[in-house]
């Protein structure tokens, strides 16, 4: 395997590498049966005293 051909490789399929992982990442992120998990992950940082006063 010459540098070129390695340099080809990974130009050309590490770039549809990374678009399928994108594309993978933003569907489980938003996915609608994750919105409840991520609802009770976003409350769960927020203590009483960290809210703002009424």
Known sequence: MTHDFALFLAKT???FY????????????????RKARA???A???????DRPCP
């Open 43 to 49: 409350r769960s940082i927020l203590d009483a005293e």
């Open 39 to 41: 609802d009770r992950a």
């Open 13 to 15: 399929f590490g770039l």
């Open 18 to 33: 990374l678009m399928g992982f994108f594309i993978l990442t933003v569907v489980h992120t938003y996915r609608p049966s």
